[in-house]
């Protein structure tokens, strides 16, 4: 019993290092895209969404501290950019996630 167990969490040690590699590759990667925007909100907002990946608009200015309009700007630019899906297909009340993290958090472990 000892050995079964002492094995699954070998599996599971390693699956937690892989993920936290890859999120912290994807963060870096992150930051260095937005860390020369002009306005730093954007690269605020980015990495809010390591902690939580999914948001609506109204969520992200609170987050932020910023008024709706402009957090609108934010998301839709990362929503072109791609880091943003948005996924109720509606014209209001949209609600978005962080497609990549998402993939990362929830990707099989033989796929890591």
Known sequence: MVAVLSAWCAVTDNEAHQRANLTVDLREDYQQRYQSERSGNILQLVMQLFEDPYLDVNTAADWLDVEYSTENRLVGQLE???????????????????????????KPIDQL
């Open 80 to 106: 072109e950019d791609g880091i943003l899906e948005e996924l109720t297909r509606k014209k209001r009340n949209r609600f978005y996630r962080a497609s990549e993290v998402f993939e990362i958090i929830n």
